[in-house]
């Protein structure tokens, strides 16, 4: 193969990959918790969401997903990490494929024309005052989410320093003080970041 055709391929080659039928997202839901780790003076910063995605393709897809989750010196890497389809039909499946430093990858199947709620949950230390979740790759599924519900729950004696977002519902529970957004047609301007007194 000559050199202009290699160089005419390597132009084409995002585009065709960008043509290639894909999931759209359509919302989710996010429940984040800071507690005390028993054995030690970090925190726990525990995610658990559920990410409501389609196939309105004629044809089965099966997709590598990366979810960034960061990580530093004082915040640990994505532990105990778990995936799991709610109320799947034939043919649905999701897989953990790889896992590191910042984030994880999964395979996700789905039939045609389908739908489903994918749960994913995992913990961090938090050696720091800062617990970080990645909201802005939301942006990248080509439009605004339909909804997003998100409830921040801190155990008793964790202050924030400033809220991740403004003007939450504000409730208590025995484990401690709820914070809790709601927002439809979301496009977010800036990731979940909570920072702690």
């Known amino acids: 193969m000559n050199p202009r055709t290699i160089l005419c391929l390597l132009a084409i080659l995002p585009a065709l ?4 039928p894909q999931y759209a997202f359509e919302g989710e839901v ?4 800071l507690r005390r780790n028993a054995s030690s ?18 044809e089965s897809l099966s997709r590598l ?9 004082e915040i640990g890497i994505a532990e105990s990490v778990r995936l ?13 494929i790889g896992h590191g430093k910042n984030g994880f990858s999964f395979r996700l199947d789905l ?18 005052n800062t617990a970080h979740y990645v909201l802005l790759t939301a942006n990248s599924w080509g439009r605004p989410l339909p909804f997003c519900d998100m ?7 964790i202050e924030l320093e400033e809220l991740p977002f403004p003007s939450p ?15 439809l047609d979301f496009s977010p301007k800036n990731d979940f970041i909570v920072r702690i007194k």
């Open 111 to 128: 039939p045609s024309r389908s739908f489903v709620k994918l749960r994913i949950c995992y913990d961090q230390k938090i050696g720091g």
């Open 65 to 73: 997903i990366v979810f960034p989750i960061p990580s530093t010196s």
């Open 17 to 20: 990959l960008v043509a290639q």
């Open 41 to 58: 003076d970090s925190l726990i910063w525990s995610v658990c969401g559920d990410f409501y995605l389609s196939n309105l393709h004629r």
């Open 30 to 33: 996010l429940d984040f918790m």
């Open 151 to 157: 409830t921040l729950t801190l155990e008793p004696g």
């Open 84 to 96: 799991s389809l709610i109320d799947p039909s034939d043919s649905m499946a999701v897989e953990l």
């Open 169 to 183: 519902s504000l409730s208590s529970c025995e484990m401690g003080k709820v914070f809790h957004w709601q927002y």
